[in-house]
């Protein structure tokens, strides 16, 4: 469906004659572009090839290992339900195995997850371990087609919004910046637009929504992957009008990070950084705008299984891994460019992954719910404040700012 997505990459294309003749004292010098997993284009040095070749060959032997688990398992082994708790009165040997054998799944499939899920199992491993497989199934089989046909024509502030948003998402890329791909990734989006009039559209969605499509192959799946995504995964109101959620997210981040790198937030603080400069991107992207295709998806895969404090833990763990080089920065754009050299060039998935959950102490999903429902007043104050001050002002075409611009 996707033409060149789905082509597959010999490492001999990552590698063109001009490195034969390169010195070591050059190599980081030398750039050259080449598609990666995805058909992104990307730009980088010896070094960065080295390593998409390397990481290559590690998507190939995960997906044996997945493959090796089909054959001994049984296809759609990792579709059995979470363990359940049993009542003392009703224990039975029969049971006990069961229960047994399903939390040993769980945990062979979480430390699975979190290694990589190849590329050709993704589309129905997300759709199982996120819920959207079963959200789909509560609603006849022609529903996104319906509502495909309800929605044709109409045109709404969000539909706008879409249409000037298309060429701007992942311009350059061979089948998303098409006339084909614009229309696909138009559908997903203004249909769900129209699902949740609540949300809408919010500037953001169409780099979710365009990978959605490039992992799933099927509108009708990236549709059913946004919507799990935004009403199951994430917290509530983070692309609505006002961004309270994703304005919350930024707090618990910022408090977060206080505790896990106390140093580094007082520097960051004492030379006027505010972390969301970096991290507003972060969660209303997904990290899709900042890291490299394949570790944004090797991120996704953890998110869709563990939830979204998955998104904190990888924020975290990018702050961690450049600390000292930060704690030397004396200027707020000094730190951005650090953050941005260091995500953009994070093409091994495992150096992140690993740090963001061995060298981050580890936060549950409770833990993360209780920090939202602190910092909910007071965003909210601010932005009853925001709104009060806005529709005070007397502009000339009686238009107030949007809250989301």
Sequence with gaps: MFGTQSREISPHEFQPQVFKTSIQTRRANITVKFQDLYGFTVEGNVDDVNILNELREKVRQQGRVWWALEASKGANWYLQPPPQSL??????V?????????????IALKRLIRNGI??????????????AAKKKSTVPESYYDDLLKAVEGKVTPATKQIDQDLPRTFPGHPWLDTSEGHA??????VAYSFRDCHVGYCQGLNYVAALLLLVMKTEEDAFWMLAVLLENVLVNDCYTDNLSGCHVEQRVFKDLLAKKCPMLYIHLESIGFDVSLVATEWFLCLFSKSLPSETTL??????????????????LAIFRMKEMELLMAQHVGDVISIIQRTTHHLYEPDDLLTVAFDKVSSMTTNTITKQ???????????????????????????SPESPRE
């Design 372 to 398: 939202r429902k602190k910092q909910e007043p007071a965003v909210m104050a601010e932005l009853d404040q925001r709104l009060k001050r806005l529709n005070s002002m007397k502009l000339d075409d009686g």
């Design 94 to 106: 029969g049971s006990l195995k069961s229960s047994a054998l399903a939390v040993a799944n769980t």
């Design 184 to 189: 696909s990734l138009r559908r997903v989006l």
């Design 298 to 315: 090797r991120v996704w895969d953890v998110l869709f299984n563990e939830g979204a404090k998955v998104l904190f833990h990888v924020a």
């Design 87 to 92: 009542s003392t009165s009703k224990i039975s």
């Design 118 to 131: 190849p590329p050709l199992l993704r589309p129905k491993v997300w759709l199982s371990i996120s819920g």
